[in-house]
């Protein structure tokens, strides 16, 4: 029953706005034509900042600059008990949601979804966002040059994040 309800809700919704735009007295065909028009127009507004994106998280991601990372830390991670190999996944947290979700999957195929690394990573993974890809994204798109405190409140809100997710997750667990 639940499979042909969820079936039936976008077309219904499509047929909604249809009979709305007809009692309205809408020419609906060119509101969409309109509609797909400026819809191409933000697409090619926004692609130059997605892609610049997506080559700084390759650049990132095909280097050894991570590793380097977590080795040169570890010492300090063991001191605080996170483990050393949930730190590439929270440092890809806020550049790619993806690349993150990917390292994430390989945690928990790893290690299990119920040891402390799959706990603490799926907990960061619910708690942080995207940061440096929302500013891009969205503050590109509209022309916002100088972000200011945007960053910084925003890697300062993941740096909290990754820091209260070891937290609760070493009391609670």
Do not use: H
């Not at 639940?2 to 499509?14: F, N, R, T």
């Not at 010492?75 to 990917?102: C, K, Q, T, W």
């Amino acid at each position: 029953m639940l499979e042909i309800i969820s079936g039936l809700v976008i077309p219904l919704i499509v047929l909604a706005v249809i009979v709305y735009g007809i009692k309205k007295k809408v020419d609906i065909y060119d509101v969409f034509i309109e509609g797909a028009k400026e819809s191409f127009e933000l697409v090619l507004t926004i692609f130059p900042y997605i892609l610049g994106m997506m080559f700084a998280i390759n650049l990132f991601l095909n280097t050894n600059i991570l590793f380097n990372i977590t080795t040169f830390l570890k010492p300090f991670f063991d001191y605080i008990n996170m483990p050393v190999e949930v730190l590439p996944m929270a440092l890809m947290r806020p550049i790619s949601g993806n690349s993150s979700l990917a390292l994430l999957n390989n945690l928990l195929s790893t290690y299990g979804p119920d040891s402390l690394i799959g706990r603490i990573g799926s907990v960061i993974q619910g708690s942080n966002d995207t940061t440096l890809y929302v500013l891009t994204l969205y503050f590109g798109s509209v022309g916002v040059k100088k972000i200011r405190y945007a960053l910084w409140a925003g890697l300062l809100s993941d740096l909290c994040g990754i820091i209260i997710s070891v937290i609760v997750v070493n009391l609670l667990f």
